[in-house]
T-cell receptor
Framework: KNQVEQSPQSLIILEGKNCTLQ??????????LRWYKQDTGRGPVSLTI?????NTKSNGRYTATLDADTKQSSLHITASQLSDSASYIC????????????FGAGTRLAVHP | NAGVTQTPKFQVLKTGQSMTLQCAQD?????MSWYRQDPGMGLRLIHY???????DQGEVPNGYNVSRSTTEDFPLRLLSAAPSQTSVYFC????????????????FGPGTRLTVT
């Protein structure tokens, strides 16, 4: 069964600290992996998209990694800011169809001053 | 360029009532979709459309209808609301995935929070 699992479910860090969020997937066939940021009361906004051949991709203080062999991805946030408080959602697209986006349940990050 | 817009932002319905959630995009995207988001779960696809006049069911289509008469609009109709349909609904759009080897970004609307009592 195609699944995307994220850990931890929630995380609290202090402003200025780094953190890493994890995503494990069992989606096959694999097309690409996306990380989204969802602020409270808003729709998800894309941070990165990685295809099979990409190991790492950065977007400012956000760096995503992908290990297609172990089917794992991580999102690293550097020098966190209060505005990083949000849910972070890992999404895997399977090949061969429009309706093949599998969403993780998300990690809720709270950055405290 | 407003992106993806949704109305209303909040709605309370009684069991058995019907309503339409509106979604519009101004990016000329072929692909549009509706998701619901429930606590502790990933977004789940309700219905999607790959172009005007073409719609198909997603993972959880029961109790919902859609139509796509124009490229811009993709309304979601609840035929007879049930408490199980209490959720946050997101509309999303992107260019078509028909183009081989190209990965298109998906843009989400701000969501509609629906409560059915």
């Amino acid at each position: 069964k195609n699944q995307v699992e994220q850990s931890p479910q929630s995380l609290i860090i202090l402003e200025g600290k780094n953190c890493t969020l994890q995503c494990n997937y069992t989606v096959s066939p694999f097309s690409n992996l996306r990380w989204y940021k969802q602020d409270t009361g808003r729709g998800p906004v894309s941070l990165t998209i990685m295809t099979f051949s990409e190991n790492t991709k950065s977007n400012g203080r956000y760096t995503a990694t992908l290990d297609a062999d172990t089917k794992q991805s991580s999102l690293h946030i550097t020098a966190s800011q209060l505005s990083d408080s949000a849910s972070y959602i890992c999404v895997v697209r399977s090949s061969g169809g429009y309706n093949k986006l599998i969403f993780g349940a998300g990690t809720r990050l709270a950055v405290h001053p | 360029n407003a992106g993806v817009t949704q109305t209303p932002k909040f709605q309370v319905l009684k069991t058995g009532q019907s309503m339409t959630l509106q979604c519009a995009q101004d990016m000329n995207h072929e692909y549009m979709s509706w998701y619901r988001q429930d606590p502790g779960m990933g977004l789940r696809l309700i219905h999607y459309s790959v172009g005007a006049g073409i719609t198909d069911q997603g993972e959880v289509p029961n109790g919902y209808n859609v139509s796509r008469s124009t490229t811009e609009d993709f309304p979601l109709r609840l035929l007879s609301a049930a408490p199980s349909q209490t959720s946050v609904y997101f509309c999303a759009s992107s260019y078509s995935k028909l183009r081989q080897g190209v990965t298109y970004e998906q843009y989400f609307g701000p969501g509609t929070r629906l409560t059915v009592t």
